[in-house]
């Protein structure tokens, strides 16, 4: 087969096999490295050709050079303000936990002790002390259960596995609701990011179910391959329209893609009107491949 030959042609292999099976090539993007050093990002397209009885490929690239830069420096931004995030939620739940769940705590142990000394004519002092020991036990669960929401000590001490569990069981006493948790092989250690990406995913999908869905029971799937780790949130409730939900407000599906790309993760939906709803989320266990090593012009 004769060729238009042009550099990113001749040299890009991944060009070469897509044109020999296919007889085409669609934004396939390459890097080119110029003859002043500089490396550009191309968005190449090809096709084959008859000319007079012979095959040509055409090709056509455009410098996107510019446009990756800015997604690049615009995940960075989202990556640090994620991290900013999390960083301020990991300070609050300390706070929570160390100071103010712990002087909540001390409270009522001195109505306790308040009680104890009591006389038994004082029936109605020692029944209003009561009621109010059990409400500064209910506002020390609240607290502690905020804690554990805005920073999961789980995820740092037990792991991607336990720390999910933990939290369907949580969320099932608090709402009242069914929760079927399946976990299966998922490697004791996994990255930070990976691990707080799936759980945030986790606790906004399921949350996300437990408001809208119209139902009461829920399923959470997590395992992991050789290649990738995989969450998914279902259940048999509502439904709703994902291209009208991904552009609206509320679902929270732009904040879960946007958490899953900076782990290089993918995001997908499985939605109907009135026949339930699955989110799945996958993340590779090693990064994603670079782009070809850049050619010269």
Known sequence: MKRLSTRVEGQHPEFKSQIQTNGSVRDLEA???RKDGEIRTLLVSGEVVEVGGQNYT???AADIT???QAEEMLSTMSRRLIEAQEEERAWIARELHDDFNQRVAMVSVNLECLERDLS???VQVKSYTEKIKEQIKELGRDIHALSHRLHPSRLDYLGLG???????TELSARQNVEIEFHSENIPPKLPKEMSLCLFRVLQEALQNAVKYS????FRVSLDATSDEVKLSVSDSGSGFDFDQAINGQGLGLTSMKERLKLVDGQLSVDSKLGQG???HAHVPLSPA???SQATSA
């Open 120 to 122: 038994g004519s004082e």
């Open 31 to 33: 890097l080119l490295r």
């Open 162 to 168: 336990s720390a999910c569990k933990g939290f369907c």
């Open 214 to 217: 119209g139902v009461r029971s």
């Open 289 to 291: 491949p670079t782009r």
């Open 66 to 68: 510019e446009r990756k």
């Open 58 to 60: 055409l090709s056509v």
């Open 277 to 279: 709803t699955t989110i």
